[in-house]
């Protein structure tokens, strides 16, 4: 009897302090989470939180929308409206004017996730699921901005009769590649394929442009070592990239000569830096032989496209500081980014709204994917020497001996 009683008591015993070991790791508990909130309280004691935020920046001075969001206070409430046009909805507490901003803010700001949380004044997940459901609507714009020209395209005013052009009239645009840096998958057993000529993880994104500076196709996601020609050879086979009968695009000696793809005499003097040095030096511009005039026409126009890659880069840092998202996001990132550029060309259009022609004949420091000289190319030109076709020869022996017609016989 004596032993059953001491078990009951060392029963009890071991219930009560059970008991005040529950009570004490709640009180505990509840000490942690009195702290908690206290120091979200004193973290988000900004005056103003991220609705009030969004909305005096956009009744403010049209600059400050510009600044941040890169985006005029007017085209901000238009993609507002067209991405909830789209499906676009608040979510939860957070307004969609909020959830754009997020969105620009990172791409425009290539700001970090607590930065932009810290200026909304929400959590990091919140801020993290409304930027990835902005994404995927801006990505829903991409059929609307994004259009690639058909047969009844007329020629742009550059190339009309009577402008040094006139014989590129066929033209509706330029292709080129450039690298945006990347972060592999960590666990991508091919993630050495990003590695690119310079050694740094990029991905090749190639992109079709016409003479206004508007995107007409984009190829996101191939690795930094992937040739130009694969890359264009694969958007033809499936379709992402479509050319009229009878026209063409500018490319560079990287890419074969074809019908559909015109490019420069290899070997011959090409880049715009070159052709200005040695018009200082002979006090214009003199051409030794038919394929230099042809070259320098050539670099004028296609310029347009390293030209559309540098003011999509200024508008949106993170394409020049890309973050360690998920592979597949920094892809839709670079589209999204494209699409936009688009958006605001458009809409600057409609609204009359002046802006620097993008059309210019001078160069950029050197080229985002080439060496800046044909040396420095000797093997990508060799390897698309091979593939050249006799009727992109053709076209362009025509176009070279027209151009050299016209100069000598003005």
Aim: hydrophobic content about 35%; some cysteine; charged content about 25%.
């Amino acid at each position: 009897m004596d032993s059953d009683s001491d078990d009951e008591i060392l029963q009890q015993q071991m219930q009560v302090a059970a008991i005040l070991v529950m009570q004490g790791q709640k009180r505990r508990r509840d000490g942690m989470r009195a702290c908690l909130e206290l120091w979200k309280e004193v973290k988000n004691n900004r005056p103003l939180t991220g609705a009030e935020m969004i909305t005096d920046q956009l009744q403010g001075h049209h600059e400050r929308c510009y600044d941040i969001y890169r985006l005029s206070t007017q085209n901000f409430h238009i993609l507002c409206n067209e991405l909830k046009s789209k499906g676009l909805v608040c979510n939860g507490e957070v307004l969609i004017e909020e959830q754009v901003g997020m969105f620009l803010q990172l791409v425009g700001q290539a700001s970090k996730m607590r930065k932009i949380a810290e200026d909304f004044q929400h959590s990091l997940e919140t801020v993290w699921r409304c930027i990835r459901n902005v994404l995927e609507y801006v990505g829903k714009l991409g059929p609307q901005y994004i259009r690639q020209p058909n047969s009844s395209t007329p020629p742009h005013p550059i190339l009309a009769d009577g402008t040094k052009f006139s014989f590129f009239k066929d033209a509706i645009g330029a292709i080129d590649g450039t690298h945006i840096r990347a972060y592999p998958e960590r666990g991508d057993k091919f993630k050495e394929r990003f590695i690119n000529r310079k050694g740094e993880y990029t991905q090749n994104v190639m992109a079709a442009v016409d003479f206004d500076g508007n995107f007409l196709a984009v190829v996101a996601g191939w690795e930094g070592s992937a040739h130009d020609n694969m890359i264009l050879h694969s958007a033809m086979q499936r379709g992402v990239l479509y050319i009229p009968p009878g026209k063409y695009y500018l490319v560079d000696a990287g890419y074969a000569n074809k019908p559909q793809f015109l490019a420069p005499y290899r070997k011959v003097c090409y880049h715009l830096g070159s052709f200005r040095d040695r018009a200082r030096g002979r006090g214009g511009h003199r051409y030794d032989k038919p394929e230099e005039l042809f070259n320098h026409r050539h670099a004028q126009l296609r310029n347009i496209v390293e030209r559309t890659f540098g003011v999509v880069k200024a508008r949106f840092h993170i394409l020049k500081d890309m973050a360690a998202f998920e592979y597949k996001i920094q892809i839709k990132i670079v589209i999204a980014c494209c699409i936009l550029h688009n958006f605001i060309n458009h809409h600057n259009r409609l609204n009359n709204v002046s802006e620097d022609t993008l059309f210019q004949t001078t160069p950029r420091a050197s080229s985002s994917h080439n060496g800046g000289n044909i040396e420095g190319d000797q093997t990508e030109d060799e390897d698309a020497e091979i593939a050249d076709s006799p009727d992109g020869d053709n076209l362009r022996e025509h176009i070279k001996n027209s151009l050299w017609q016209l100069r000598q016989n003005p």
